[in-house]
């Protein structure tokens, strides 16, 4: 079998080959590999990329999400992500790898700013995108996005996840953000001021006020009530 191998066209110029670029440099190899091989590697490459791809989508199936929260336009101190992440994980007891405990981070600017408005109008569509496929569970956001995001209605209800006893505490607190439809009078609450908890006033950077909502789409409403509880009980340590 291996002298069947070696006998072939493949073998031959592959030991051809490497022969000739023996006594090249690295850059030199490199330059001879690209003037006479591109096509080849162009081939391989193009290969490689549905490939990958594939790979990458199995690979992140095989992955559970725990919770998925996204901070928009709120710098939050790396151990501030970390309490709501990894430590987090750990205190699930989150499999390495297998299950994931995610907050991500998106900023952008006024859509409507003539220079930069493109740009922003494409960051702000990734909250909408993620809460249109039912991948986020609670969101984190300065006062400029908490009131962008009301007219794409990407917020739930919070009459759904709080008790009524827990609304009448943040309504006395004037806690509450509501949104309203126009020439209705009805009007409903759609995230929290928690700029005044102890977890705000020791992680988050920057001035302005900081808003709790949850995702109108999301799949695991007791995975929220977790976040909302680990960051009103949070406590500096010692």
């Known amino acids: 079998m291996l002298n069947k191998f070696k006998s072939t066209k493949f073998y031959i110029g592959w030991v051809k080959l490497c022969n000739d670029m023996k006594p090249m440099t690295f850059l030199e190899k490199v330059d001879h590999l690209w003037t006479y091989y591109r096509i080849y590697i162009w081939v391989f490459l193009m290969a490689m990329v549905p490939v990958m791809i594939l790979g990458m989508y199995i690979n992140q199936q095989s992955k559970e999400v725990l919770v998925n929260g996204m ?3 709120v710098n939050i101190d790396p151990l501030g992500v970390t309490y709501l992440t990894s ?15 995610q907050l991500d ?9 003539p220079e930069n408005g493109l740009a922003s109008h494409e960051t702000s569509m990734v909250l909408i995108s993620r809460v249109s496929d039912g991948l986020l569970d609670y969101m984190v956001l300065d006062k400029f996005a908490m009131e962008h995001y009301i ?12 008790t009524q006893d827990e609304l009448s505490v943040l309504a006395a607190e004037d806690k509450l953000i509501y949104a ?6 009805e009007k409903w609450p759609i995230a929290v001021d928690i700029s005044d908890t102890a977890y705000a006033k020791a992680y988050v950077r920057g001035d302005g006020k900081t808003y709790f909502a949850l995702s109108g789409s999301t799949p695991r409403p007791e995975m929220c009530r977790n976040i909302w509880e680990r960051i009103n009980n949070w406590e500096a340590k010692e």
């Open 105 to 113: 981070y998106v900023e952008f600017g006024d859509p409507m700013d």
């Open 71 to 73: 901070m928009i336009n």
């Open 87 to 101: 430590d987090y994980a750990h205190e699930l007891g989150a499999k390495d790898g297998k299950q994931l405990v």
């Open 180 to 185: 309203q439809q126009d020439g209705q009078e």
């Open 151 to 162: 007219v794409w209605e990407v917020y739930m209800d919070l009459r759904e996840f709080f």
